[in-house]
Each structure stands twice: as C-alpha cells, then as structure tokens.
C-alpha cells in the first residue's frame, strides 16, 4: 500500500519529464526561494563549455554588463563574476542565470532561460530562450568554478 | 481667513503637483547632457567642425532642395516660408497638427507641405531627401533648446510614449529605461550608454556611413535587445520621439550629430 503511494508521483514525474522532452523547446524550472535546486538537464554541465557562452557575443555575452575573470574587454553594468562560486550555491547561480528578476524584479539582466510574459519579441527570437537548458548548466559549472574574488 | 486658507490649499497642491512633476523627470533638468558628451573627442570635434562634419553635406543638400521646384503646383518651400522661418521649429517637434489633430514629427510636416501645400508625391522616410530636408530644418534650430508642449490632444500621446519608454521588451527583457535612465554613463561592453536624448537627429553614424532619422536609431536598440521592429511612422515611434522630447526639455539642438 504505502509502495504503491511511492510509485505512483514517481511515473508522474517521469510522465512530465517526457514531455518537456518530447516538445524539446518547453521552457521550465521549479523555483524554491532564491534558487533552483534541480538540474535542467540530466548531462551534468560542462565548465569549458560554460566558459565559452560566457564570453561569447552570440552565447550569452555576459561581458556586456559583467566583469569576466580572464577578459579584457567588458562592461561596468553590472558587479564583477569573480567570486560568484563562492557567494552563491550553484541552485542560487542556476535562477540568476535562468530569470534574474525573480531575485530583483528590475534588473538589467535578462532572463535567459525564459519565454513567457516576454512583450514584442522579434520574430526570429519568439518562444526560444536566450540559452538552452544544457546551456544554463554549462553555465553555472562555469560560474560555480568561480571562487576567486579578484 | 477662510479665503486665506484656501490660497493655502491651492498653493499646497501646485507645490505637491510640482513635486511629482520634479519626481517623474529620472533625469532632473540639471543633469542632462546630450550625447556628444560620452563620445570620444575626435568624434565630438568632428561634430563641431561644419567644415568636417559628414552630417553637413545633408544640411547642404537640403538647403538646395528648399527652393527646388517640385510638385503638381510647381511650387518650392521657399515659396513660402521665408529662410529664416524656420528657426526655432524643430525644437517644437514632434507636435499636434492643428488641421488633422494629429500628432507630427518633423519628418511629417516636411510630408504634409509637399502633399497638402504642393500637390507632391510624399517622401519616403530615410530616403536621401527627406533627410537632407529634415537636416536642413533642424539646423535652423541649433543651439535651442527644446521645447516641445505636452498639454492638450499631446496629453495622451505623451503618456502613450512613457509607457512604451517603461516596457520591457525583446528576448533581452529590457525597457529604454533600463539603459538610458538607470545606467547612462556606463559602458555596455565597450559602448558607454548615453541618456538616449534626441536633439542631435537627424545624426551622422558612423556605423550607418550615413545619416538617419531618430527613429532609425530607434530601431537600432530595439534590434539590440531583439525586439520587434515597427514601420516607420508607426503611431508608437511617435509617442515614444515626444516622451524622449519631454525627458530632453531645454536641452539644445546640435544637428547633424556625429555617433559611433
């Protein structure tokens, strides 16, 4: 009987868990105060990839704004990323980095792992986010690497 | 006493009303600072020479077209209007115009002279003319400070473009607030943001090799930020230019500018 109660939410989950990967593109996380304790993705993510979308301009141009350990070139926007691994958990880095607002609703930083509640997205970019759910992840082990203030 | 204390009232809510007009302003009048001022100096000493200044064949080219005859009527601006008639002018736009009730930017009361006074073919906007035409006209202003009123049928459409000035928008979530009001001064990679004022347009880009229209420039951070792009003229570019009028209040003129 109890086995049974066990089982059940367990199929649920993986019923759910299908989909969003059956649709591919649906764009989901479950918050928990200021963070994201479950990963996106089951691949773990990769901290050289990370690196990359970064720095990139078409990845996730986070130099823009922050100060990026290693780069010369970046914006004043926004506090340096030195140090970040150390300041917050890598579930506290994933909801920075998947929709800032839900920490500070008038932030700067774009929600990159959103789609909805989004006004006049251009064509080309409607109902895609900024970074893929295996994306965010590189991501945060890159950021969670970060222990460094400089 | 009851008539003084109702002066008292009345003077109370003027003041209150002047503090929430104070508040509304992110930038307050003493603060502002037009664009030439973060760029680097050889850009702003190009703009400052009329000899250098790229703007200034527009401005040229404009001033030939003034009195060029064109339309059904044969007739040319300077037909009508005197040269020195239009000074001051642009530091009024975008404005209610009186006949429709509309509201118009410099662009297209430069439209609605050709088609309505001269039986001409309206010129499309960005075309070589109409900018050369619209450069002309506002360098008649230089040095003005804007001064564009919002009272009236311009009411509704001021408030119209604040609310698009606040909207978040695009893949990047961003409202011109965000940038123009919040972070001007810093640098956005390598770019410093400006307070996003209107009064040097039509500007001279370099990353155009052109001139363009403010709304040109417009477009260009709503396609930073991966957002829809309207046509030009749209209704919301209109209110949006007076919301970016009302924020740039006594500001002066200086077109052509000279941009990155």
């Known amino acids: ?150 | 006493m009851r008539r003084a204390r109702a002066r008292l009232a009345l003077a109370a809510a003027a003041l209150a009303a002047g503090v929430v007009l104070a508040q509304e302003r992110a930038i307050p009048p003493g603060e502002l600072k037009s664009g030439s001022v973060f760029l680097g100096s050889d850009l702003r000493a190009l703009q400052n020479d009329d000899f250098a200044n790229p703007g200034m064949l527009w401005v040229e080219r404009g001033e030939r077209l003034w009195s060029e005859l064109a339309g059904k009527k044969t007739l040319a601006c300077a037909s009508c209007h005197k040269d020195t008639s239009m000074r001051g002018v642009a530091a009024s736009y975008p404005k209610i115009d009186k006949a429709s009730g509309k509201l118009v930017n410099l662009e297209d009361r430069i439209n609605l002279c050709r088609t309505g006074r001269m039986d001409a073919e309206p010129l499309r906007y960005e075309s070589e003319e109409l900018l050369a035409l619209t450069a002309y006209v506002a360098r008649q202003s230089l040095g003005l400070p804007i001064a564009t009123r919002i009272d009236g049928a311009a009411r509704a459409h001021f408030e119209a473009g604040r609310a698009a000035y606040h909207l978040r928008r695009g893949q990047m979530n961003l409202s011109c607030a965000h940038c123009h009001d919040a972070q001007w001064g810093k640098r956005l990679l390598s770019e410093t943001i400006s307070q996003g004022h209107p009064n040097a347009y039509p500007a001279y880009r370099m990353e155009w090799q052109t001139i363009g229209s403010l709304q040109r420039r417009i477009r260009a951070c709503l396609s930073g930020i991966r957002a829809e792009m309207l046509p030009y003229g749209s209704p919301e570019y209109l209110d949006l230019e007076l919301y970016l009028a009302w924020r740039a209040q006594g500001l002066p003129i200086e077109t052509p500018g000279v941009r990155r």
């Open chain 1, 1 to 150: 009987m109890t086995r049974k109660h066990a089982v059940a939410p367990a199929i649920a989950i993986l019923l759910a868990y299908s989909q969003v990967w059956a649709q591919g593109e649906s764009v989901r996380f479950e918050a928990v105060g200021d963070a994201i304790p479950r990963a996106l993705t089951s691949e773990p993510g990769n901290a050289a990839r990370g690196r990359s979308i970064v720095v990139n301009r078409d990845g996730g141009a986070c130099t823009l704004c922050h100060a990026v350990p290693g780069e010369k070139n970046f914006g004043n926007i926004a506090p340096t990323l030195a140090g970040v691994g150390a300041r917050l958990s890598p579930a506290q880095l994933r909801l920075r980095v998947a929709d800032s607002t839900r920490v500070n609703p008038d932030t700067p930083m774009p929600a990159y792992y959103r789609t909805e509640g989004l006004n006049q997205v251009a064509a080309a970019f409607r109902g895609k986010p900024l970074l893929s759910a295996q994306q965010v992840e590189d991501v945060v082990a890159w950021l969670a690497t970060l222990k460094e203030a400089q």
